[in-house]
Each structure stands twice: as structure tokens, then as C-alpha cells.
């Protein structure tokens, strides 16, 4: 398996020839934007398609090309792009006003439905984003336990504030990342994922750890899998200590099932982190909790059990447009088999997909639960099964890796073929995908992999 040099390429001339348009205006964008991006998973090289519009399962770029799209928001869009009844809400919301600077019904209708979704949503708060919710899931754990500390587990990703930035892709050992102050990054405790030895050492030597914190279904949404057993032995460990346990489902809230990972996995948090499929789309997220954590944000209760109340603001914080938007997709999501569609198509494809790589004799293999995928492309060129492969019995950090340019190159044949895909590489599924998204998708791996094989990629 050779490295998938991007010059004198015949996949790179010809994504250059397809996408004229994107090309000028990634030229313009890289005089405005560092890299010419605005969210960094976004970095592709030699640069990345504009989109004109979506529709669906499918997006289309200025230039005109067609794609099954499986970037879906970020993971925001389970219900596809554009539902009618979430683009009616939001419409309807934007006759009533974008921004009231005041309490609205709408928050009240989005916060009745999270609370009948999500099993320990007794109280929450809105913010804008899920960096924000997981600060403030933090400060929450910080405030309510007297301690200082937060472990969390090595490839976990929970935004990008100064707690969250060592031990995603690199500083494992703990060390700030630049702009970070030490005292902050000594705050946080890195342990290898789905060690649950290595958190019981923690909590048996270390009296000052607030809260443990993690994606529920592994980090970046199970490429670093994790086994539900984790979890369990994770909630019985955290509360022999008195420790908060986080978890963090910005990614799987409403995506793993309607009450997203805890309500699947039967696993209780203290504290949860929502965003994404939250909003329906637009920008939105939230804390939730128990009553007696979030009470630090109350005016009365706070002072009145003795404590300072936490000081909480936030200009976009359950903005009705938003509530709107959120009200309607999680509606949709409570009385309908969205989530069931998602992870049954997702299903299909990795086995498709792991098909096809024996087929054509390479050896990588799709993976991944609920309704994602990922792919593993062999940087240690083991011998493998696609079709047997485990992805747990592999070092999280071999499995995190791809080969030197193959993951770009992969991705930009793949939009030559009318697919959009991660950089992971892989993606997510939304409810709308068809069977003619998995066919074509499947297609346009085969042809992808024998353009890789043309230029010795693979």
C-alpha cells in the first residue's frame, strides 16, 4: 500500500476539471478565511466543493455536480435536508421574529419535548452550540462537587474550549495546545478510552476529580468503540466515588435512539450534552440534568441551599427560531421510526461496503453501530477480513490513523463519483437515504478504489 501523493494526480485533474466554480471561490475564501474554511473538518485538499443547495439526502454545488451527502450537518440533519414540516416551522417562526431578547413559548414546547425524549432531562439550559453546553456541563460538575478535575478519555472529542483541546488528535500526554494556560490543561486527566482499570486508578488515588465526561457511543461517534458494558461499570464506578458522570451527546442524542445513548444503553448521567439533531438543523444545544445540579443556575435556589449561583448568559440562547426548528424535528423524531431507518440503512452499507472491499481485494473494512459508518484503512497493512474485521481488538490510536494523502484522495474520487464523505473517512445517515443512495454509493466506493488503484493509493 503506497501514500496517495496529491501531485501529478489523475484523481486531482479531474476534480479540478469538475468543480471550475468551487476552485474561484476557494480562492477568494483563502484571502478571507485561514485555509480558506470556516470549521476545520471541512479541509480537504486542494480545496473543498461550495454547495448551492440540499435537498434530501442530496446536495448540489455551484458548479452544478450532484452528491448523496453524509456529511448531514455535521450529524445535525437525521431527517435529511429540508423536511417540509421543520422548513414550515421555521418559516412560521420567522414571521413572529427572529430574536425577542425575552422568554418565549417556543422554548417551553422544545424543552416538553426533550424531557419526554431524554431519561434524565428533569432540568435544563439552552446555549448555542455544543462547546458551549459542554463548558457548561463542566462548570456545572465544578460547582456542584467542590472539586476541580475532570478525566476524560484519549480520541473523545467535546468541542473546541480550552478543557477539550489536548488528547482528541495529539497531546496525549496531556500538555496544552497552543493558547491553552497550563493550570487548565492540568485540570484535565487523560485516560485511554474504554479503560475502565485505568479510571478506577484515577478515582481510587485522585479525591479531586468533579466529573468524567465521554462520547457514549465511543470517540467520534464510535470509531473508537465503545462496548455498552463500558458504561454500566463506568455508572457504578462514578458512584462509589461521588463523582458526576457527563456524557457527552451532542452526536448520539436522538441519532443512537430517541432518547439517545443513555436511553438505549439504560444508562443514567448525571449530566448530558445536546446539540446537533437538538435544533433541528439550526444552531442550538443544551445542558440537562437533575434538579439539584442545575439549581446553580437559579436566582432563588441557589443562594437559598447556601451557594453562589452560577452566572449563565448567552444573546442566542433558545432562540425561537431555533426552538422552532428543534420542536418540529424532535416531534417527528418521538412519533416516527427515524431513528430505526437511519441505523438499519447504516447497517446495509457497512455490510455492502465490507462486501465490495473483498470483492476488489483491499483490505480496509466499514464499521461502526447505530447509524454511522466509518473506514478503516489499514496504515499497519494488516491482514484482515472485512467481513470478521473487530474494530475493538485494534489500538485506538491504529484505528484513528489513515495512510499519508489516502483519506483526501479517497474523498475527492468519491466526489468525482457523486458522493460526499467525511474526512474520518466516512459518515453519517440520515432517515431519508434510499436504496438508490446505497447502490450508487456502493458504486462510487468500487470505482473510487480503482482509481486509487490506478495511482498505487491502495
Known amino acids: 500500500m503506497g501514500s496517495a501523493r496529491l501531485e501529478n494526480s489523475d484523481i486531482v485533474e479531474t476534480y479540478r476539471s469538475r468543480t471550475r466554480q468551487s476552485a474561484e471561490l476557494a480562492s477568494e475564501a483563502a484571502v478571507q478565511f485561514p485555509s480558506g474554511i470556516t470549521?476545520?473538518?471541512r479541509h480537504l485538499h486542494p480545496y473543498g466543493v461550495f454547495i448551492d443547495h440540499a435537498q434530501g439526502a442530496r446536495k448540489w454545488d455551484v458548479d452544478g455536480n450532484e452528491y448523496v451527502d453524509y456529511f448531514g450537518g455535521h450529524g445535525?440533519?437525521?431527517?435529511?435536508?429540508?423536511?417540509?414540516?421543520?422548513?414550515?416551522?421555521?418559516?412560521?417562526?420567522?414571521?413572529?421574529?427572529?430574536?425577542?431578547?425575552?422568554?418565549?413559548?417556543?422554548?417551553?414546547?422544545?424543552?416538553?419535548?426533550?424531557?419526554?425524549?431524554?431519561?434524565?432531562?428533569?432540568?435544563?439550559?439552552?446555549?448555542?452550540?455544543?462547546?458551549?453546553?459542554?463548558?457548561?456541563?463542566?462548570?456545572?460538575?465544578?460547582?456542584?462537587?467542590?472539586?476541580?478535575?475532570?478525566?476524560?478519555?484519549m480520541s473523545n472529542f467535546h468541542?473546541?474550549?480550552?478543557?477539550?483541546?489536548?488528547?482528541?488528535?495529539s497531546h496525549y500526554d496531556g500538555a496544552p495546545t497552543p493558547g491553552v494556560?497550563?493550570?487548565?490543561a492540568a485540570s484535565i486527566v487523560l485516560v485511554p478510552p474504554g479503560d475502565i482499570d485505568a479510571v478506577r486508578d484515577v478515582l481510587t488515588q485522585d479525591q479531586d476529580i468533579a466529573a468524567v465526561i465521554l462520547e457514549p457511543t465511543g470517540g467520534s461517534f464510535g470509531m473508537v468503540p465503545l462496548e455498552g458494558s463500558f458504561l454500566s461499570a463506568l455508572r457504578d464506578?462514578?458512584?462509589?466515588?461521588?463523582?458526576?458522570?457527563?456524557?457527552?451527546?451532542?452526536?448520539?442524542?436522538?441519532?443512537v435512539s430517541p432518547g439517545g445513548a443513555q436511553a438505549h444503553f439504560n444508562v443514567r448521567p448525571d449530566l448530558t450534552a445536546l446539540a446537533k439533531i437538538l435544533a433541528g438543523g439550526l444552531p442550538g444545544a443544551a445542558v440537562a440534568g437533575s434538579r439539584d445540579i442545575l439549581d446553580a443556575l437559579d436566582f432563588d435556589a441557589a443562594p437559598a441551599s447556601g451557594r453562589e449561583k452560577i452566572q449563565h448568559q448567552g444573546t442566542y440562547n433558545a432562540n425561537p427560531v431555533s426552538a422552532a426548528a428543534g420542536t418540529a424535528a424532535l416531534s417527528?423524531?418521538?412519533s416516527t421510526?427515524?431513528?430505526?431507518?437511519?441505523?438499519?440503512?447504516?447497517?446495509?452499507?457497512?455490510?455492502?461496503?465490507?462486501?465490495?472491499?473483498?470483492?476488489?481485494q483491499v483490505p480496509w473494512a466499514a464499521y461502526g453501530t447505530f447509524s454511522g459508518f466509518h473506514i478503516f484503512t489499514n496504515p499497519g497493512q494488516r491482514a484482515i477480513d472485512p467481513e470478521t474485521f473487530e474494530a475493538n481488538a485494534i489500538d485506538w490510536q491504529?484505528?484513528?490513523?489513515?495512510?499519508?494523502?489516502?483519506?483526501?484522495?479517497?474523498?475527492?474520487?468519491?466526489?468525482?463519483n457523486g458522493v460526499d464523505i467525511t474526512g474520518w473517512p466516512g459518515g453519517t445517515i440520515s432517515a431519508v437515504h434510499s436504496e438508490t443512495d446505497l447502490d450508487q454509493t456502493v458504486e462510487a466506493f468500487r470505482e473510487s478504489l480503482r482509481m486509487l488503484r490506478a495511482e498505487e493509493a491502495i
Open 237 to 255: 464506578l462514578t458512584h462509589q466515588h461521588n463523582v458526576l458522570l457527563i456524557f457527552d451527546e451532542v452526536v448520539t442524542g436522538f441519532r
Open 181 to 184: 494556560l497550563d493550570s487548565v
Open 39 to 41: 470549521h476545520d473538518s
Open 332 to 334: 417527528i423524531i418521538e
Open 398 to 416: 491504529e484505528i484513528k490513523q489513515n495512510p499519508p494523502g489516502v483519506s483526501d484522495k479517497l474523498r475527492l474520487a468519491m466526489l468525482i
Open 159 to 169: 468541542g473546541w474550549h480550552d478543557h477539550m483541546t489536548s488528547g482528541y488528535t
Open 76 to 153: 445535525a440533519l437525521l431527517l435529511g435536508h429540508g423536511h417540509p414540516e421543520v422548513l414550515a416551522a421555521i418559516h412560521g417562526a420567522l414571521d413572529q421574529g427572529t430574536h425577542f431578547g425575552s422568554n418565549h413559548p417556543g422554548e417551553l414546547a422544545w424543552a416538553n419535548v426533550i424531557q419526554r425524549l431524554v431519561p434524565t432531562a428533569d432540568r435544563l439550559r439552552f446555549t448555542a452550540s455544543g462547546t458551549e453546553a459542554t463548558h457548561l456541563a463542566l462548570r456545572l460538575a465544578r460547582a456542584f462537587t467542590g472539586r476541580s478535575k475532570v478525566l476524560r478519555f
Open 337 to 360: 421510526d427515524a431513528c430505526q431507518r437511519a441505523n438499519a440503512y447504516a447497517e446495509r452499507l457497512r455490510g455492502r461496503l465490507n462486501e465490495l472491499f473483498c470483492n476488489e
